[in-house]
């Protein structure tokens, strides 16, 4: 009876975190709310993140850490269209480099009851160089307005 109970319990704990959460749609439920629900007064929230991290071996570079992040937006106010502009810095000298590589950002608007989609484009990044071992990629999506999910 104990080995039962124990089975079960490390099935149900395992069961626990073994949820998945993913990034999702955006919907026009989303894009018509006009305010966070448990804070009116947000300019603007995160609906959702999640970050992945992963060693890899390349023959050409060796061991590489990637990570990739998913992040939803939803901008209230004209206060929160700051929350569209990011910047990601990194170390880079002359002999090692990091990259930053922005690979799915989209605008979300909702434009006569139907969802418009606007790409980031190269036009939208840019690299500054900070210091002799930093640089910053910075990146400002378009098309954001009041309402919209970046």
């Given amino acids: 009876m104990k080995t039962i109970c124990l089975y079960l319990f490390v099935f149900?704990?395992?069961?626990?975190?073994?949820?998945?959460?993913?990034?999702?749609?955006?919907?026009?439920d989303e894009l018509k709310q006009n305010s966070h629900p448990?804070?009116?007064?947000?300019?603007?929230a995160i609906l959702f993140e999640k970050g992945n991290s992963r060693i890899e071996y390349n023959h050409t570079h060796g061991f590489m850490l990637l990570t990739d992040i998913d992040v939803k937006i939803k901008i209230y106010t004209k206060d929160g269209l700051a929350y569209a502009n990011k910047k990601i810095p990194f170390y880079a000298t002359s002999s090692t480099k990091e990259t930053v590589n922005i690979s799915k950002a989209f605008t979300y608007n909702l434009v006569n009851d139907k969802i418009e989609k606007t790409k980031l484009n190269n036009d939208g990044q840019f690299v500054d160089v900070l210091s002799e071992y930093w640089s910053e990629k910075r990146i400002a999506m378009p098309n954001v307005r009041e309402g919209a999910i970046v």
């Fill in 12 to 28: 149900f704990t395992f069961s626990i975190f073994a949820q998945k959460q993913e990034l999702g749609k955006v919907t026009i």
């Fill in 38 to 44: 448990s804070d009116p007064d947000a300019p603007a």
